[in-house]
Structure formats: C-alpha cells, structure tokens
C-alpha cells in the first residue's frame, strides 16, 4: 500500500513511540528501540519553491567505518543501502505477500517442518562467482545466530544443502516459513569482508579520491534496467551529518522514522512516501489478578480505544489502525471481524463488565518514562478509558524499574511496542507461557488454535480466522496500531515509488529518476 504526501509543511504535531519490548523476541526491550530511532528523524518542513534544487546525481548517505554486512551492520543508514546490493530467497511486497527472487520453487512436508528450496539457476555474485546452496547454508546460519534475525529462525533445528538444493527442518510447524526467509545472501567467499559480495543490481566500489559508490551490477541475473548506473556515496560521520546532506542536496533520500525520540527539522521541497511495518503498538493487561483478569473489562476497554484518531492526531498518520496482531494491510488480517469504534459500544460494554455504577477505581498504566511522544500516547489512552468506574492513571517509570514491573508481573497496564516477525506469529505474544506474555494470560483453546493456524494445510485462512476469533473475545492485549516508516526524497527527483517495509527500492526498475538536463528511466 502506497501512503504517498507531498510535503508542503510537515505536520510538526507529536507523534507516538512507545517501548519497544523487542524487534527479536529475546533482545533487550530499549536496545531495540534505540535501534529503530537511530533511522534519522523529521519533524517539519518549511517548503518553498526557492529551495527546489535540481540534482546532478542519485546519491545516498552511508555511515563512516562501518560494515555493511546484512547480518552484522546495525539499524539505519546502512541497512538503506543493502535492498541495493543483496536479495533473500523471497521479497515481501507492500502487503506482506511472499514473492521468489533467488528461490525457485519450494516445496514442505505435510506438517511443514521440512522445507526443500530449489535456487535459480544462472545466478551470481557480484564478484562473478555462481551462487549455490552452500552460499544460503553459509548466510541462514549466520542469521540463525544473529541478533537481527534470531527471532525469527529461531525454530530452525537444522540447514543444510542437499543435492543443490537447501533443506531446511524445523522443530515447529510453520506454514508461512517462506514469509521469513527475505533475508539476504552473501557469497560465503566473502566472510570476514567488511562489504560482502551479494547478488543485487548494485556493487559497492571504493573511488580513487577516498570515496565510495554503488555502480550497477552487470552480473545482475535480473538484467533489467535501471533508473542509474551509479549512486554516489555520501559518508555521515561526527563532522558530517545526515540532516546537513539532505538539507544541502548532498543526498537525495534517506528512511525516518517520524514517531522516533529526537525531531530534525529538513528544508525545502521534500516527499514522503510511507510503507507499512510489522512494528505493532498494543495495551498489555495483567491478566493473572485484579480487575484484568475479568475479560469481559479487557474486551471493553479495547473497545475504548479510538485508534484512527491515535494514528491521525499522535501519529500525524504514520500509523495504520488496527485491531488484531496482524498488520492491517496483510492477508492474514480479519478485516470482517473489525468492530466500529463508538463510545456508546464502549459505555455499554463496561455496563456488561459490572463497570458503570457511578463509584471508582484507579488503575495504573505504565510507560517507560524519557519519551514525549511515548507518554503523550499513553495519556491520551488513559483520557479515553476513564470515562467509566475504572480510573486510568499514567506512571512513567526509568527503564530499569519498568522492565522489573513487567517481568514480574506488577502491574494493571503497560503500552507496549513489538517489533513482530513478518509471518505475524503471535505465539510469544499469547500463548500459555510466551517470551512476552507478561501479563500471564492463559486459554487452553487459544493455545492449541495458534499451533493449528500455522500447521493446517486444509484452510490456513479459516484457522487464522478462528483463533483471532478466540483472541478477539478473550482480549489478551489490545492492539492499537502499525506504525509506517517513511522515505523521504528530494522534490522533483523520483517520480512514484513503492518502498515495503525492508525495501525502500522496492520495483527500483520502475523508477524515473530526474537529474539536472535529463530524465532517467528503470
């Protein structure tokens, strides 16, 4: 899904980021989050045709001394680059959907434990050697193993190559696997390298005067066209930083975070493009004791919420609303069980739950304290849902104190934030005994329906459907949203793109790119 705004004046209202309490299920809650906010951020614009100033080239930062390993390099700037140079086994398009690139075919056991991937043919690295299946081997292990992509392999008991193709066997049934396996490749020649070789329509060249630029692959087994043969190479470093190149036309696009912790303020004609992410901002309940162990409360208050004004008035509409662990633009999101936010359905609801009898009880919500916009978000949800008997108040907690309270389970309320697989597998979320089931919520019958809905062959979708059924009416959490990330480029110099959630190049062969005296085409 294209969110496409041509920026006359940024919207400089405050946006919302709360706790990231992981991007792999076993990382460090704010390590994560710093991670996502090191994606430079935006608050406003001053827009003027003045500053409209034509480019001479297509370039794009690149952090000073640092790896651009896909499995090592960290968040931000360089993980912009690698769409350009490395490719998965698959791409997932704007709705999560999976697509082939350097898989073939593929084929599962009847329980999906054991997957059989067969690669292209015909394919190479940019340093001319033949990928093949010890490559991938070489590369998944590495992810296996990885901060970035632990979580999600984190099933995998076994990867190895077999007859020239790449087996794969896990220790849990997983229907969507391939949806995982977007993950890049690199030539297992390249270990060690600080630039390793991959398969993309680019290569990474070092210049004669101490600078750097990615220049087309000419082995790119695609051979289509693309928008430019080079890409100059900006370098961020202390002296030189990202907001002084985009605001001096030094570089032409970057990705931001518009809800991170710090506001920059960019210069001149700009547009944003926004895609989706699997980051999902949710109301965590103690379901063990106090008044959240009842779900009849915990289906009202989720009631309560009225998320699209959330994502509007915090989230200057860099968030899509959504009511269930699934992005809201993916296949897999029960859009017929959505429900209509009303205060009246709320009223009533907590009628129903024995909480609308005139007398009051306080609760408290707790949100990691050192972020504006995280406690903004947590008081305007707080405002909304104490219209009734039960009282919400807000209590920012440090760090330290707040990841006690949730370990432990001392708590009502948490605003939380997760950085969700991209086969939006909620297990660790829901299920009896999850990695992130602080709330210590427990249903027999949701257990064995999210094992089935990532097992059946029979109707993946009929099952998908019913165990959100199960989660809609016991409220375990309660989903707020999704955020976007967006990708803001120089006025005038692309025409319409289609970044996803991992690739802001996403159908870079379609591209026009404008330079100063000429237009150039993917």
Known sequence: MNYRIKMHRMLPLLCVLCLVLTGCWSSDPLEEENAIDSLITSGGTDNTEEDTVAATSFALPIAADETLDPILCSDGIQQMLLPLLYEGLFELDQQFAVHNVLCSDYTSSADYTVWTFTLRSGVTFSDGSALDASDVVYSLQRAKTSERYGARLSAVSSIRAQDGQVVITLSTANNRFPALLDIPITSSASEGERIPAGTGPYRYAANDNGTASLVRNDTWWKGETLPVDTIPLRTVDEGTTLSYLFSSHEIQMLVTDYT???????????????????????????????????AALRRA????????????AYFSGHAQSAQFPVSPVSEWYPLE?????????????????????????????????????????????????????????????????????????????????????????????????????YGGFSDPALDAQLTTAFS????????????????????????????????????????EITPTYNNPFYQLSNWQIHLKGETTHG
């Open 260 to 294: 991170g912790n710090e506001s920059t303020s960019y210069k001149g004609n700009i547009s944003v493009t926004d895609a989706p992410t699997t980051t999902m901002q949710y109301l965590g309940f103690n379901c063990r004791s106090g008044l959240f162990s009842n």
């Open 301 to 312: 208050f989720s009631l309560g919420i009225y998320r699209d004004s959330i994502c509007q």
């Open 337 to 437: 069980l959505e429900t209509t936010y009303s205060t009246e359905a709320f009223t009533q609801a907590m009628t129903e739950a024995g909480y609308n009898s005139g007398s009051s009880r306080t609760v408290d919500l707790l949100v990691c304290e050192g972020n504006s916009f995280r406690l903004s978000a947590a008081n305007a949800v707080a405002a909304s849902l104490s219209v009734c008997d039960v009282k919400v108040r807000v209590k920012a907690l440090p760090y330290a104190d707040y990841i006690a309270a949730l370990q432990s389970g001392n708590f009502d309320l948490y605003y939380g934030e997760v950085r969700m697989t991209p086969d939006f597998n909620c297990s660790a979320l829901l299920q009896t005994g999850g990695s992130l089931n």
């Open 456 to 495: 059946t062959a029979s109707s993946p979708s009929g099952a998908n459907t019913t165990m959100l059924e199960t989660f809609q009416e016991q409220a375990p959490i309660a989903v707020i949203c999704f955020k976007t990330q967006s990708v803001v480029v120089q006025g005038g110099v692309v025409d």
